[in-house]
């Protein structure tokens, strides 16, 4: 079909939601976009070391390499370790694919950092599935960047699994709460989370802005792909950001 966009994306083996939430996403512009996807293994989210070296280089960099078979326009990391691993890694990343596919990438953490940038935000509100101790490491690497963490809500969960098994309700509450101290911004960082869809209407009652992991890489591959993203308004504002097409 001429005209086609593709977007890759690399996926954790046991997240259930990314792929439904992202194929929803971008339903109305079916069949001019389209994500596909390419898994690594990912089970658990921890600080022990075996947790940890899920997320080296050569796995991801495989399933990169079999999303570019495909001529993706993008291809993006949908995850979220370097909020805990650091930045820099995601960095890294990003220059790997570039480097080894010519196609330019992204990363859901690069996403949001971006967002945050652009937004001039440096108070966040802060919803995760994690642990306290990645929890504590992520509210670091925030503040390394000028941006402090002013209210959160983690769920003590090490199961990734188990993350997409936390229903509406919960997590509407937890956004709610985080909310109420008036943060500038608040960040659902988890690509396991079922929450793209709560953003548009939890930001008209909260009158603040929530970005969501999901929602924010799917905004920075349509940008990389040169697609407008206005179409998906109904998702959230962030997907009526003005943005500076340059800025990674």
Same mark, same amino acid.
């Given at each position: 079909?001429?005209?086609?966009?593709?977007?890759?994306?690399?996926?954790?083996?046991?997240?259930?939601?990314?792929?439904?939430?992202?194929?929803?996403?971008?339903?109305?512009?079916?069949?001019?976009v389209t994500a596909h996807f390419s898994r690594f293994r990912v089970t658990e989210i921890s600080l022990e070391q075996a947790a940890l070296d899920q997320f080296d280089l050569a796995p991801i960099m495989s399933a990169a390499e079999l999303l570019a078979d495909a001529m993706p326009a993008s291809i993006a990391w949908n995850g979220t370790s370097a909020s805990w691993l650091g930045f820099d890694r995601d960095e890294q990343l990003c220059?790997?694919?570039?480097?080894?596919?010519?196609?330019?990438?992204?990363?859901?953490?690069?996403?949001?950092?971006?967002?945050?940038?652009?937004?001039?935000?440096?108070?966040?509100?802060?919803?995760?599935? $994690?642990?306290?101790?990645?929890?504590?490491?992520?509210?670091?690497? $925030?503040?390394?960047?000028?941006?402090?963490?002013?209210?959160?809500?983690?769920?003590?969960?090490?199961?990734?699994?188990?993350?997409?098994?936390?229903?509406?309700?919960?997590?509407?509450?937890?956004?709610?709460?985080?909310?109420?101290?008036?943060?500038?911004?608040?960040?659902?960082?988890?690509?396991?989370?079922?929450?793209?869809?709560?953003?548009?209407?939890?930001?008209?009652?909260?009158?603040?802005?929530? $970005?969501?992991?999901?929602?924010?890489?799917?905004?920075?591959?349509?940008?990389?792909?040169?697609?407008?993203?206005?179409?998906?308004?109904?998702?959230?504002?962030?997907?009526?950001?003005?943005?500076?097409?340059?800025?990674?």
């Amino acid at each position: 079909m001429p005209g086609r966009t593709l977007l890759g994306m690399i996926t954790p083996s046991s997240n259930t939601v990314l792929e439904p939430l992202t194929g929803l996403m971008l339903a109305d512009l079916y069949p001019g976009v389209t994500a596909h996807f390419s898994r690594f293994r990912v089970t658990e989210i921890s600080l022990e070391q075996a947790a940890l070296d899920q997320f080296d280089l050569a796995p991801i960099m495989s399933a990169a390499e079999l999303l570019a078979d495909a001529m993706p326009a993008s291809i993006a990391w949908n995850g979220t370790s370097a909020s805990w691993l650091g930045f820099d890694r995601d960095e890294q990343l990003c220059r790997e694919i570039e480097n080894q596919t010519g196609i330019p990438a992204v990363t859901s953490v690069l996403a949001i950092n971006e967002i945050l940038t652009v937004r001039g935000v440096t108070r966040i509100g802060l919803v995760t599935p $994690y642990t306290s101790d990645v929890q504590q490491r992520i509210v670091r690497n $925030y503040r390394s960047l000028g941006i402090d963490c002013i209210a959160d809500a983690h769920f003590g969960e090490r199961n990734n699994f188990a993350f997409a098994e936390f229903g509406e309700p919960y997590l509407e509450q937890r956004i709610r709460e985080v909310a109420a101290s008036k943060p500038q911004a608040v960040i659902v960082l988890c690509t396991n989370l079922r929450a793209a869809q709560l953003v548009s209407r939890l930001e008209l009652e909260t009158n603040i802005p929530i $970005y969501d992991s999901i929602a924010a890489v799917v905004w920075k591959a349509l940008i990389q792909a040169g697609i407008e993203t206005d179409t998906l308004a109904n998702w959230g504002s962030l997907f009526s950001l003005k943005h500076d097409g340059d800025m990674q």
